[in-house]
């Protein structure tokens, strides 16, 4: 899925949500590369506190760096994860810019201790993220529901 370079990257991915909210919504997150080819993922996820990096809602490698989310709302043995889609790419100094502001500042997320299925949600944290790189080019999908949160 990715394209590793010996360069600093972020890719920003996209899965939908689980059916049948998938019609409307996808769960946004980043995934950021350095030039030694250390991946770290960072998300806010529905439940707090879920892993050793997490402040709040915010985590960090929470999941693998390119699987969706689970794509029912019924988990099962035999759940299945939804497909990731990459939705944006930078390399180079604005990646490495963007990851080191994410290590530094992902903690500090105003809404890191808020989570709301409307807003604020991943989206919402990802857009926060796009808004302290403005004309980096990012663009948030237009499922991202929660992303209209931040301004």
């Known amino acids: ?30 995934v950021s590369n350095d030039k030694n080819g250390n991946f770290e993922r960072w998300e806010v996820w529905q439940d707090p506190n879920c892993c050793r990096t997490s402040w709040g809602y915010v985590h960090l ?35 490495f810019l963007m990851s080191e502001f994410l290590k530094k500042e992902a903690k500090n997320y105003p809404y890191k201790d808020d989570y709301k299925y409307l807003g604020p949600n991943s989206n919402s944290f990802i857009k926060w993220v796009i808004l302290n ?19």
């Open 1 to 30: 899925m990715f394209k590793i370079e010996p360069v600093d990257q972020i890719w920003l991915l996209s899965s939908p949500l689980p059916i049948p909210i998938n019609l409307i919504a996808v769960h946004c997150w980043l």
């Open 61 to 95: 490698n929470l999941f693998p760096p390119e699987k969706g989310i689970i794509s029912n709302l019924f988990y099962s043995k035999n759940y299945k994860f939804g497909p990731t889609k990459i939705e944006g790419y930078l390399k180079g100094e604005m990646a």
């Open 133 to 151: 790189f403005r004309g980096c080019g990012l663009k948030m999908p237009k499922k991202a529901i929660g992303g209209h949160f931040i301004k």
